[in-house]
């Protein structure tokens, strides 16, 4: 496993993809990789996509909540997020010094050097996953006995694993459909999406297949947690070429047992989530089907109306 | 049966497992998941009995199977110390 220093180096061919896709103003690049803004055709794109899945989750009858991208550090504390994953957390820190001290960060900073002792944490955590606000605040209201489903609209993201590649960004959308129901029930509902959702993007023309997946746990103890999620099929990705030497994961399907629901009190349910990355959807549309949006098929243009 | 080793692994058990009853309670053979232990007390208690034993499990015994039990835990130890 890559140690959180090194920063992955795009393959060749995502090297070229996203050269073209910053040279023909999609993507807005910055001094920072994977820190990457989006020009007007991408972000209409996304949009696009956004209002399509809305017509493809209509008949779910999912109930709205959005969140800020940021979250209170207890609730990332009590998941374990910083067990499985202390490599792509971020954490929110601040200023509450005085005057003197307040001059001193502000001269290093401003001569680049590192002013982040004079910072202690503000209690805040970036959101590394759309799922996460839903569960505290299910938490605050009563789950209905058969269940209910939240659809948290396109939030921001944080993960840090900064990369070359235009697919691994370190913030980006994900939109998530999130259940809470009877034990029995939700594995079913998962897979009934991953079915859906792969046919939904196999109509856009992409050349879309599932597979069972592991998140990226941290350290040799995470492979224990890697391989336990693999053997109980707890989560599974739909996989399509994005330029590397692997397909990317544009959407991702887990079942969490009562993990969340016992963290934060939820009563006798099971949870799971649906997510659709974004940012990879619109790239794998233009990996497919070119970087010039009025070449592509008439029926996907036509999906995407 | 008290051995050594099974006192150490009850004791790593005891303080990294988690689990809502006591380790000494379990048949060698319970599956520890079945019992309460969650997947991050399981890695708590793969580095305590890399800790308390001295070892470092290799990658193929970091399954979920090795930890899932107090006498597959054993034989997972034996076979490291087989093989020291």
Redesign the interface.
Same mark, same amino acid.
């Given at each position: 496993m890559a140690s959180a220093m090194d920063v992955p180096q795009a393959t060749g061919s995502q090297g070229e993809f996203r050269d073209k896709l910053v040279a023909e103003g999609l993507l807005i690049p910055s001094s920072v990789a994977g820190v990457t803004g989006q020009g007007p055709a991408f972000v209409d794109l996304r949009q696009r996509l956004d209002a399509r899945i809305s017509k493809l989750v209509a008949d779910e009858g999912a109930v709205a909540m959005e969140f800020p991208p940021i979250e209170p550090r207890h609730d990332m504390e009590s998941v374990g997020y910083l067990t499985s994953f202390p490599q792509l957390a971020g954490s929110v820190f601040a200023f509450h010094g005085e005057d003197a001290e307040a001059l001193a960060l502000g001269e290093q900073a401003h001569a680049h050097q590192d002013w982040s002792g004079h910072l202690q944490s503000a209690g805040i955590v970036m959101v590394p996953a759309a799922c996460h606000p839903v569960y505290p605040a299910l938490a605050r209201q009563q789950v209905p006995p058969d269940g209910i489903t939240i659809d948290t609209g396109p939030a921001w993201v944080f993960r840090h694993e900064p990369s070359d590649d235009p697919s691994r960004l370190v913030a980006f959308h994900m939109r998530e459909l999130v259940r809470a129901g009877p034990a029995d029930t939700v594995g079913a509902w998962r897979d009934a999406w991953r079915d859906r959702a792969l046919q939904f993007l196999q109509s856009l023309g992409l050349p879309a297949v599932f597979d069972e997946a592991n998140d990226p746990f941290f350290g040799r103890s995470g492979k224990v947690l890697a391989r336990s999620q693999r053997a109980q099929k707890l989560k599974f990705e739909i996989l399509v070429p994005v330029g590397g030497d692997h397909p990317t994961a544009v959407a991702s399907f887990n079942a969490h047992g009562d993990h969340f629901a016992s963290v934060f009190g939820l009563g006798p349910v099971h949870t799971a989530c649906l997510g659709f990355g974004m940012e990879r959807c619109v790239l794998a549309l233009l990996f497919t089907h070119g970087t010039d949006v009025s070449q592509w098929p008439a029926d996907v243009l036509a999906e995407l109306s | 049966m008290t051995t050594p080793m099974n006192d150490l692994i009850l004791s790593v058990l005891s303080e990294h497992g988690r689990l809502p009853v006591s380790p000494e309670s379990l048949g060698e053979s319970d599956d520890l998941y079945a019992a309460g232990m $969650?997947?991050?007390a399981?890695?708590s208690v793969? !580095?305590g009995l890399e800790d308390a034993f001295d070892v470092e @499990?290799p990658?193929r015994m !970091? $399954?979920?199977?090795? @930890?899932s039990s107090i006498a597959s835990i054993r034989a997972a130890l034996n076979e490291l110390a087989a093989a020291a």
């Open positions: - | $969650t997947s991050h399981s890695i793969m !580095l @499990f990658d !970091l $399954t979920r199977e090795v @930890f």
